[in-house]
């Protein structure tokens, strides 16, 4: 069995969730590692759950944590393939370090996604995968074409306005890597409740 796209599940904080989304075989798993966010996983947990899983590769999340900092940190778990972080900033400092990296952004409005469309040729020849999350925007004409046109030059995973239902029309529709889905106890705009993100794995199953 395997899913129609690439998918990462972030912050997962639970068993549970964590063994569910490796039986449906996503690609990447997200951890937070900064202490004091809510979903914070201590190595000794990160170890308790990992231990039951296979198949797939590891996400170290930061929101605001130093490069020296998460560098650090790093070393304190076992088997992350890679780094995501928020800040634009910090990405030289972290390019020549072993790990993949995800740079994610807050989408709040078109400006934004038309900042980044400028970005995106730099982020592909540093091999950054750029995760889009937003609050706020519907995914309406406008940010779907700013969406395909950043697709077209760096790889996406698209992490907001997701749902079963327009799930497949849009993986038809934008050219992005992948998407992204929200474990743990916080679910974002469009997932209520774990049930809805299952609904979504569920419509990306290849059939047998």
């Not at 997200?30 to 590769?57: A, H, I, R, V």
Request: net charge negative.
């Amino acid at each position: 069995m395997a899913l129609k796209t690439f998918v990462k599940i972030s912050t997962v904080n639970n068993l549970s969730d964590a063994r569910y989304c490796a039986g449906m075989y996503v690609n990447l798993m997200g951890f937070n590692l900064e202490e004091g966010n809510k979903d914070y996983l201590s190595p000794e947990k990160y170890k308790e759950m990992t231990d039951w899983l296979s198949g797939l590769e590891y996400v170290g999340e930061f929101e605001a944590s130093h490069p020296d900092a998460i560098l650090e940190t790093a070393k304190t778990y076992e088997g992350f393939s890679y780094l995501q972080i928020t800040e634009e900033l910090h990405l030289p400092m972290l390019l020549n370090s072993s790990f993949n990296l995800i740079l994610k952004q807050e989408i709040n409005n078109v400006e934004m996604l038309q900042h980044l469309l400028t970005k995106a040729p730099s982020l592909k020849e540093n091999n950054v995968i750029l995760l889009l999350e937003s609050d706020s925007l519907e995914l309406k004409d406008e940010v779907k074409d700013l969406i395909k046109a950043i697709a077209e030059k760096c790889k996406v995973l698209l992490g907001f306005g997701l749902d079963a239902d327009n799930i497949s029309s849009l993986l038809e529709e934008l050219p992005v890597e992948g998407i992204a889905l929200k474990g743990g106890d916080e679910i974002k705009p469009g997932y209520k409740d774990f049930d809805e993100l299952a609904d979504i794995l569920e419509v990306l199953e290849e059939e047998d």
